[in-house]
């Protein structure tokens, strides 16, 4: 079971989203979440994101995600040892749907058996995508065209 926390101000404030949330962890195996998001589910008020992760994985959560943007992602599977995944450079077109491409990748890694590396890197490779393009899910790529941000700039892709 994933979760992907997703909160959205204008739906909930902080405190009623955290009450309705934090009951679920022990349903979930991996929570995907922003930097800004891990507070809603884990910890109090001042508390290190590295405790926070540890009392995830502590209630049965096997798997901390954690989007940065710009600044990539971390993967927790301990919470003394994070896994970090930087953000490709693109030109950013549109920030919408970022968050769920980045989810669609990484959970495509887990359902392809990837490893905990490979995963992270394709989420923030496919959420690279989505930023590139105009809309939330017109640049979704496909598997076969992932390694297009490897080219070179200029080079042809045929």
């Known amino acids: 079971m994933s979760f992907d926390v997703n909160h959205r101000t204008r739906l909930w404030d902080t405190a009623a989203a955290s009450a309705a949330l934090r009951p679920l962890l022990g349903l979930i195996d991996i929570v995907i979440a922003s930097d800004d998001e891990l507070p809603l589910i884990a910890g109090e008020p001042g508390t290190p994101e590295r405790d926070r992760v540890a009392e995830l994985l502590a209630r049965g959560v096997r798997e901390v995600v954690v989007k940065r943007g710009a600044q990539g992602a971390d993967l927790y599977l301990r919470a003394d040892q994070a896994v ?56 979704l790529p496909h598997r076969d065209e992932l390694s297009l941000l490897d080219a070179a700039p200029g080079a042809t892709v045929r």
């Open 84 to 139: 970090h995944a930087p953000a490709l450079p693109v030109p950013v077109a549109d920030t919408v749907g970022a968050g769920d491409a980045f989810c669609a990748g990484y959970l495509s890694g887990v359902l392809d058996e990837l490893p905990p590396e490979q995963r992270l890197h394709r989420a923030t490779r496919t959420a690279a995508f989505a930023v590139a393009t105009p809309g939330d899910w017109e640049g």
